[in-house]
């Protein structure tokens, strides 16, 4: 266990009991991460005031919340219908969500993947810009390689890959 600090005469005092149990887990998750109990207990205390103590699990709830949504969905589905036919037509609304939801993604998906979907966010900012909403051809989802063009392959490890939902929404079991 780490060292004691000195405590310092501005510092206040706060007794209180506690069950044998969780005093037990307090004491191992201070150990594991080599702070004092005390230490450890005002930390806790801080962001539970402070409102910080679950960011990340909600961070993980928003994710998780956006990559299942019915937009989200909608986009993906949009993308790969474009590669397999070309006739795929949209109005100026769902244009409009696609934008929406693409300007979203970066906050729920790795760097990699979001940069994927900028390439597609610039190109219907500059459909939009010219006023076309019946546009037939999208580069992005062409086939091939190029620096504009989506890569299908990003997008498919990112919800192939078994950790994925771990490293990006909350892990189910524990609920």
């Known amino acids: 266990m780490a060292k004691k600090k000195k405590i310092q005469n501005e510092e206040e005092s706060l007794n209180f009991r506690i069950p044998k149990e969780l ?6 998750r201070a150990e594991k991460r080599n702070i004092t109990v005390s230490k450890y207990v005002r930390e806790v205390l801080q962001q539970v005031h402070d409102g910080t103590y679950c960011e990340e699990e909600f961070g993980k709830f928003e994710r998780e919340d956006f990559l299942f949504s019915k937009e989200f969905i909608q986009l993906i589905i949009w993308m790969y219908s474009l590669r397999i036919d070309r006739s795929v037509k949209e109005n100026r609304e ?9 300007k979203k993604v970066g906050d729920h998906v790795s760097d990699e993947l979001s940069a994927e979907f900028d390439k597609v966010l ?3 900012l500059e459909l939009k810009k010219k006023d076309t909403w019946t546009y037939q051809s999208y580069y992005f989802s062409d086939s091939g390689s190029g620096s504009s063009k989506f890569n299908f392959s990003v997008l498919e490890s990112f919800f192939l890959n078994e950790g994925w939902i771990r490293t990006f929404t909350i892990d189910m ?3």
């Open 23 to 28: 005093k037990a887990t307090i004491v191992s």
């Open 94 to 102: 769902q244009v409009e969500t696609y934008i929406a939801t693409l």
């Open 122 to 124: 610039l190109e219907l």
């Open 173 to 175: 079991s524990r609920s």
